[in-house]
T-cell receptor, first 115, second 113 residues
């Protein structure tokens, strides 16, 4: 089983649509969770952290379900500029609680927003 | 803002060549990372340097050799690579006490012939 699993898509949606991405992770000791965004032929950039209580940043809402080891990202009112690959990222920790920044990335979900 | 820079941006090399990738961060961070991104595969962490000390080597073949002379610079020395090593090599940096928030450079796109 992959450590971080995402539906690769692609998701093709019209402007203004609402789209949701899901992600599951296998390491139950994981402590922190993130969504990164990677534009075509560019580097990944942090989009938002994901907290247990759920968090929102403008049109973006992230949710975490620790019991199900599941993370989601919801994008409302999609814009053309939202077209990118969305990477689910998990920071597992070892038995001693150390992570050393060992971020584990999912394969990414491709989103294309069209006019 | 060019917080993390990488050179060269593109590199073509033969299997017998020796080359080096360079990464420089201008963010005042003290942890640096090398990742490999192959087509249709997730980013793979290769090496982690924290406070100039290597703290992680993620089972990377010895034909890849990292070097971190100071907290602002990171190198990846390459020798006798294989065609399957062709990929995008990304450098990232962070504060060592905030390893989850990493800033990536633009990457070096490597082709091994």
């Amino acid at each position: 089983r992959k450590e971080v699993e995402q539906d690769p898509g692609p998701f093709n949606v019209p402007e203004g649509a609402t789209v949701a991405f899901n992600c599951t992770y296998s390491n139950s000791a994981s402590q922190s969770f993130f969504w990164y965004r990677q534009d075509c032929r560019k580097e990944p950039k942090l989009l938002m952290s994901v907290y247990s209580s759920g968090n929102e940043d403008g049109r973006f809402t992230a949710q975490l379900n620790r019991a199900s080891q599941y993370i989601s990202l919801l994008i409302r009112d999609s814009k053309l500029s939202d077209s990118a690959t969305y990477l689910c990222v998990v920071n597992p920790r070892d038995a001693g609680g150390t992570s050393y920044g060992k971020l584990t990335f999912g394969q990414g979900t491709i989103l294309t927003v069209h006019p | 803002e060019t917080g993390v820079t990488q050179t060269p941006r593109h590199l073509v090399m033969g299997m017998t060549n020796k080359k080096s990738l360079k990464c420089e961060q201008h963010l005042g961070h003290n942890a640096m990372y090398w990742y490999k991104q192959s087509a249709k595969k997730p980013l793979e962490l290769m090496f982690v340097y924290s406070l100039e000390e290597r703290v992680e080597n993620n089972s990377v073949p010895s034909r890849f050799s990292p070097e971190c002379p100071n907290s602002s610079h990171l190198f990846l020395h390459l020798h006798t690579l294989q065609p399957e090593d062709s990929a995008l090599y990304l450098c990232a940096s962070s504060q060592e006490n905030l390893p989850e928030t990493q800033y990536f450079g633009p990457g070096t796109r490597l082709l091994v012939l």
